[in-house]
């Protein structure tokens, strides 16, 4: 079983940065697709984009395209969501999950593990 942690989350202004980065423990990282999602207040949780157990591949939600890129490190079991030029709209609670078995990556109910997420707060 997989635990995940995700950390680097925080207030930060119009037009700047933040990475984010989920901690894997328990279990063998490298086996994982890994996807990162978002939930707003009142929203259901969104897809935000994800990338393959060798980091082959990566896809992303228009919503983030460009702005938004991940990367993972299979040695240190991390997976990280380097995040641009953030918008208000991008505030929200970021989720990390790990899904084995290869398939669809972008819904929440084909995940099987969660980390208990990181706020996000783009704000001036």
């Known amino acids: 079983q997989v635990q995940l942690a995700e950390s680097g989350g925080g207030l930060v202004q119009p037009g700047g940065s933040l990475r984010l980065s989920c901690q894997a423990s328990?279990?063998?990282?490298?086996?994982?697709?890994m996807t990162w999602f978002r939930q707003a207040p009142e929203k259901e949780r969104e897809f935000v984009g994800y990338?393959?157990?060798?980091?082959?591949?990566?896809y992303y939600a228009d919503s983030v395209k460009g702005r938004f890129t991940i990367s993972r490190d299979n040695d240190k079991d991390v997976v990280y969501l380097q995040m641009n030029s953030l918008k208000p709209e991008d505030t929200a609670v970021y989720f990390c999950?790990?899904?084995?078995?290869?398939?669809?990556?972008?819904?929440?109910?084909?995940?099987?593990?969660w980390g208990q997420g990181t706020q996000v707060t783009v704000s001036s």
């Open positions: 328990g279990g063998t990282f490298a086996q994982y697709h």
């Open positions: 990338i393959t157990r060798n980091s082959a591949s990566t």
């Open positions: 999950a790990a899904k084995f078995y290869s398939g669809t990556l972008s819904r929440a109910d084909a995940m099987d593990y």
